[in-house]
């Protein structure tokens, strides 16, 4: 399994931006996909996270911080999933990671914990 983010970028406060992760070698439908984000310095913390079934995205979760400005959506023939992060804020900067955790059955988790499998990092920079 391998896992390619791609989209981040600089970005004016108050901008948008789309973080796509690629899973090749992988069904969406069998567990779930998390977004982290690793400011410097600081660990890494869940931002979002969706949840497979054989239907499409069982589930959505969504860091506190996020959850009013952010959605995920996904193509499972493809294997991308996709965040969009709106209104963005300083405190959105950091290298955001997407990962998987390969078999899970109902709800997704921000835990980063929980997780098995991870991608390289994108940089995102929000500027004032």
């Known amino acids: 399994v391998q896992l390619v983010e791609y989209g981040g970028g600089l970005v004016q406060a108050g901008g948008s931006l789309t973080l796509t992760c690629r899973a090749s070698?992988?069904?969406?439908?069998?567990?779930?996909l998390g977004w982290f984000r690793q400011a410097p310095g600081e660990e890494r913390v869940g931002v979002a996270c969706m949840s497979g079934a054989d239907t499409g995205i069982f589930d959505r979760r969504f860091e506190d911080s996020v959850k009013d400005r952010a959605s995920i959506s996904a193509d499972f023939a493809k294997g991308v999933a996709a965040v969009v992060l709106n209104d963005l804020k300083f405190t959105d900067t950091g290298v955001y990671y997407c990962?998987?955790?390969?078999?899970?059955?109902?709800?997704?988790?921000?835990?980063?914990?929980?997780?098995?499998?991870w991608g390289q990092g994108t940089q995102v920079t929000v500027s004032p």
């Open positions: 070698e992988y069904d969406l439908e069998d567990g779930a």
């Open positions: 990962s998987i955790e390969e078999r899970r059955i109902g709800n997704c988790d921000v835990d980063r914990t929980f997780y098995d499998l």
